[in-house]
C-alpha cells in the first residue's frame, strides 16, 4: 500500500511562508506528484504539480509566483515552498502520487487524476 506523510503545516502570519513535505518512497515520488487544498465548505482544488516526465511543473494561477514545488534529489521528499501567504490559503493540504507522467495538457488537474493520498496538513494564514 503506498503511504504519503504530509508535514510542514502550520500557523503563518500573512506575507510569511511555510515548506511542507510529503515523503515517500522513491518509486511513489518518481510518478507525477500533486499537492491539492480544501478549504472548509469547498471543494478540494488543484494547487501544483511535477511530472515524472521531464519533472515538468504546472500551478494554479493562483499560487503562480507564490509557491514553488520541487522534488529531492533522492525523490524521496516531495516539496511545496510557500511565499506570501494570504489568508485566502488557508486549507488543508494533501499531497497526491501515481499521477500521468505526461501531466494533462491543457485540461485542468482534477483530484481524480490521482491515485495515491496523505492524509493531509493544516495550513492557517492569520494574523
Known amino acids: 500500500q503506498v503511504q504519503l506523510v504530509e508535514s510542514g503545516g502550520g500557523l503563518v502570519q500573512p506575507g510569511g511562508s511555510l515548506r511542507l513535505s510529503c515523503a515517500a518512497s522513491?518509486?511513489?515520488?518518481?510518478?507525477?506528484v500533486g499537492w491539492f487544498r480544501q478549504a472548509p465548505g469547498k471543494e478540494r482544488e488543484f494547487v501544483a504539480a511535477?511530472?515524472?516526465?521531464?519533472?515538468?511543473?504546472d500551478y494554479a494561477d493562483s499560487v503562480k509566483g507564490r509557491f514553488t514545488i520541487f522534488r529531492d534529489n533522492a525523490k524521496t521528499t516531495v516539496y511545496l515552498q510557500m511565499g506570501s501567504l494570504r489568508p485566502e490559503d488557508t486549507a488543508v493540504y494533501y499531497c497526491?502520487?501515481?499521477?500521468?507522467?505526461?501531466?494533462?495538457?491543457?485540461?485542468?488537474?482534477?483530484?481524480?487524476?490521482?491515485?495515491?493520498w496523505g492524509q493531509g496538513t493544516q495550513v492557517t494564514v492569520s494574523s
Open positions: 497526491a502520487a501515481n499521477g500521468p507522467g505526461y501531466g494533462v495538457g491543457f485540461r485542468a488537474w482534477s483530484p481524480t487524476d490521482f491515485r495515491s
Open positions: 511535477i511530472t515524472r516526465v521531464g519533472s515538468s511543473t
Open positions: 522513491e518509486r511513489t515520488l518518481s510518478s507525477t
